[in-house]
Structure formats: C-alpha cells, structure tokens
T-cell receptor, first 116, second 111 residues
Framework: ETGVTQSPTHLIKTRGQQVTLRCSSQSGHNTVSWYQQALGQGPQFIFQYYREEENGRGNFPPRFSGLQFPNYSSELNVNALELDDSALYLC???????????????FGPGTRLTVL | QKEVEQDPGPLSVPEGAIVSLNCTYSNSAFQYFMWYRQYSRKGPELLMYTYSSGNKEDGRFTAQVDKSSKYISLFIRDSQPSDSATYLCASSNTGGFKTIFGAGTRLFVKA
C-alpha cells in the first residue's frame, strides 16, 4: 500500500504568478482534501474533492482552485500569487462512501511554497 | 475567536514524564475530536480520534473530551524522546468534512 505523495517538495514563485501542486492519493482512497499550513500554525482547510467533485470549501478566495482525476489524484492551482500564500500545502486522502469526518485522513509530506 | 484554541508552547519535559496537552473549542456542533502528531518536515499523522465526550486509550496515549466545558486533552505516559513533535488537536461536525485544527503545541522530551 503506497502512501500519499506530493510534488514538488519545494517551490519558489514570484508575486502574481500561478502555481500547480500535485497529490497522489493513497491506494483505494477516493477523497482528497487540501490544507494550507502557515509557519507556526495548524493546517487550514482549503477544499475537498470526492469522486472528482468539489465536496466543500473553506474560507479561501476563488483564485484557489482544484481538480480531482479519475484515478483520484488531485491538483491544487493558485492564481495571482500573493506573499501571504507562502506556506506548506498539504493534501490528505481518505476512503469512505461520503468523505465524512470519521474517515481517517492520511496526509502527504506537503509542498513548501515560497512567494517572493 | 478561533474555533479551536491551542497553546503553542513549547513544552519541555524529561523522559518518562506524563505529558498533558490541551485545547478548547467554541463550536457546539463539533462531534469529532482528533489528535495529530507532526514531525518536522512531515505531514500530520492521526494519533487518536474520539466521538462526542469521553475517554479513549491507545497504548501510552489517552484522549479525553469534555463537551460541557468544550475541552480536549491528550495525555502521554512514559514520554520518550521520539515523542518530540508538534501535536495538533482538531475538531469537526458530525458527518462533516471540514476539519478545524489548533495551532499545534511543540513538545520536547529530553533524554
């Protein structure tokens, strides 16, 4: 059973640019959630995808968007990058019929994004 | 006011000590309560989850939830240097998916 993987590990962008982060779910998982973790803070929920549909969204602007593919891998896209977008971006996959909170979330190692 | 509040520490204890980590939450709708451990440069890993009030024990770890006071606790017995990490408490609604995390408490266990 393979774990959750994310790419790239680190990324440096400049303000105004666009970025795409990728996540491969754990085998057998159909739900992916994305979180933003600023330095010294806990992860903040961005959105969740269940079977290729957005299943809910946190308090993030529309320039944060995502996709989930038929193989349940996922992308997080951020447009018009701002300095405050610098953070660790985590994806977490889980299994279950509804993608509810009781399903154990397995986190990837994260992508460290720096916006200059 | 944040929905889940957690003292960021750091907390430093000698090996073998009992560690008590605590959080408070404000949303009465929260039914699921989790503790995650995060090592440096790693993603969080789920340690324990509890539904509603009560205690749950797993080896050296005990999680407690008191919904009347909106208080969440994690106890670590016989702490080890390998327990040194950031501990995140988290909560969510019944059947919900949006997990709200505390800021995390950094724990150092000295050999």
């Amino acid at each position: 059973e393979t774990g959750v993987t994310q790419s790239p590990t680190h990324l440096i962008k400049t303000r105004g640019q666009q970025v795409t982060l990728r996540c491969s779910s754990q085998s057998g998982h159909n739900t992916v959630s994305w979180y933003q973790q600023a330095l010294g803070q806990g992860p903040q929920f961005i959105f969740q995808y269940y079977r290729e549909e957005e299943n809910g969204r946190g308090n993030f602007p529309p320039r944060f968007s995502g996709l989930q593919f038929p193989n349940y891998s996922s992308e997080l896209n951020v447009n018009a990058l701002e300095l405050d977008d610098s953070a660790l971006y985590l994806c977490a996959s889980s299994s279950g019929t509804s993608g509810g909170a009781t399903d154990t979330q397995y986190f990837g190692p994260g992508t460290r994004l720096t916006v200059l | 006011q944040k929905e889940v509040e957690q003292d960021p520490g750091p907390l430093s204890v000698p090996e073998g000590a009992i560690v008590s980590l605590n959080c408070t939450y404000s949303n009465s709708a929260f039914q699921y309560f989790m503790w995650y451990r995060q090592y440096s440069r790693k993603g969080p890993e789920l340690l324990m989850y509890t539904y509603s009030s009560g205690n749950k024990e797993d080896g050296r770890f005990t999680a407690q939830v008191d919904k009347s006071s909106k208080y969440i606790s994690l106890f670590i017995r016989d702490s080890q240097p390998s327990d040194s990490a950031t501990y995140l408490c988290a909560s969510s609604n019944t059947g919900g998916f949006k997990t709200i995390f505390g800021a995390g408490t950094r724990l150092f266990v000295k050999a």
